[in-house]
């Protein structure tokens, strides 16, 4: 059974900075795709942060590019997102998600697997 568990959520003041992890079990993670999606109050659950199988390349939504950074350990079946300078806007609860379909773009409808999530609050 594939497990998925992110961790690293947290309240953290404008400017700041946290670590999210992602650990996932039940499945060849070095075979897939993965990346990280969050959910604001009252809106949809968007791609900010795909990263391929290698960890060679990576997308990032406009409004974090510069700010934040994906990595993956496929020897330990980690995932990462180092975030800094956090803002307000980035409140959010954050998903670890794995591609379930090859070769489509970093959007949730082709991600799976998903964790329990963990909370961001991004606030003074």
């Known amino acids: 059974q594939v497990q998925v568990a992110e961790s690293g959520g947290g309240l953290v003041q404008p400017g700041g900075s946290l670590r999210l992890s992602c650990k996932i079990s039940?499945?060849?993670?070095?075979?897939?795709?993965a990346g990280w999606f969050r959910q604001a109050p009252g809106k949809e659950r968007e791609g900010i942060s795909c990263?391929?199988?290698?960890?060679?390349?990576?997308d990032y939504v406009d409004s974090v590019k510069g700010r934040f950074s994906i990595s993956r350990d496929n020897t330990e079946n980690m995932l990462y997102l180092q975030m800094n300078g956090l803002e307000p806007e980035d409140t959010a609860i954050y998903y670890c998600?794995?591609?379930?379909?090859?070769?489509?773009?970093?959007?949730?409808?082709?991600?799976?697997?998903w964790g329990q999530g963990t909370q961001v609050t991004v606030s003074s």
């Open positions: 039940g499945l060849t993670f070095s075979l897939h795709a």
């Open positions: 990263i391929s199988r290698t960890g060679d390349t990576a």
């Open positions: 998600g794995i591609r379930m379909t090859y070769g489509k773009p970093c959007n949730p409808r082709y991600y799976g697997h």
